[in-house]
């Protein structure tokens, strides 16, 4: 169960701060927590996570309840380049760091009760 957002416009060090906030946590859990976080970021994850829900009840029908976080990944993506004007006819680069994301959800395996052996 995979989400990914291409082309985030912000760059994947600021935006791996909060994904790391999130990772291994329980799906209610992590939108609360997003849903606090003071982040440009936050709520682009959030949309992430709720599209893999989606994903997940729609594909493999499984509960929200028994989803969690197992991984989330922030990968480098294009660098848009652009130039500042500065004194003295000089140019000074301007670099706008994109980021790729991937949320993999993951069901909680539930407990295997082996039955006892009948006397």
Not at 109 to 114: E, I, L, R
Request: hydrophobic content about 40%; cysteine-free; aromatic content about 4%.
């Amino acid at each position: 169960m995979k989400a990914f957002l291409k082309n985030h416009h912000q760059s994947p060090r600021k935006t791996r701060l909060v994904a790391d906030l999130i990772k291994g946590k329980p799906v209610a859990r992590a939108l609360a927590e997003l849903d606090l976080t003071i982040k440009k970021s936050s709520a682009p994850l959030a949309k992430l996570i709720k599209s893999a829900v989606a994903n997940a009840k729609h594909n493999d029908q499984v509960r929200e309840e028994d989803l969690y976080i197992k991984n989330i990944t922030v990968d480098k993506g294009n660098v848009v380049k652009r130039f500042q004007p500065r004194a003295r006819g000089r140019a000074f680069p301007i670099r706008h760091r994109l980021s790729h994301i991937e949320v993999v959800l993951e069901a909680k395996a539930k407990p295997v009760v082996s039955a006892k052996p009948a006397k």
